[in-house]
């Protein structure tokens, strides 16, 4: 079965910069569109960065020109690099994919588990 798994969470600064990885495992024929959502405590689930198969990308307003999200399709991953990290960006970070299965001709959204990121002094 597919799996998303995260890693590069963490603890960091103010002003510091984390770079979060997420690898898509698993019957994979195709994946559209890949990205990174956060969930802070009492608050709904946002889009942070999105990148498209053909590279082209999407970000919230609030990261825009602190965040990159890049994606190795060889790899089937996917990267968000976060530079000048504030304290609001403290949340659960959680990467998404569209894709598709050999099994299917339908693309489904897939989540990983979440990896934590606190913007701290």
């Known amino acids: 079965q597919v799996q998303l798994v995260e890693s590069g969470g963490g603890l960091v600064q103010p002003g510091g910069s984390l770079r979060l990885s997420c690898a898509a495992a698993?019957?994979?024929?195709?994946?559209?569109?890949m990205g990174w959502y956060r969930q802070a405590p009492e608050k709904e689930r946002e889009l942070v960065a999105a990148?498209?198969?053909?590279?082209?990308?999407n970000y919230a307003d609030s990261v825009k020109g602190r965040f990159t999200i890049s994606r190795d399709n060889a790899k089937n991953t996917v990267y968000l690099q976060m530079n000048s990290l504030k304290p609001e960006d403290t949340a659960v970070y959680y990467c998404?994919?569209?894709?598709?299965?050999?099994?299917?001709?339908?693309?489904?959204?897939?989540w990983g588990q979440g990896t934590q990121v606190t913007v701290s002094s």
């Open positions: 990148i498209n198969s053909d590279g082209s990308t």
């Open positions: 998404n994919a569209d894709l598709k299965t050999p099994y299917s001709t339908l693309y489904r959204a897939y």
């Open positions: 698993g019957p994979i024929r195709r994946i559209r569109n």
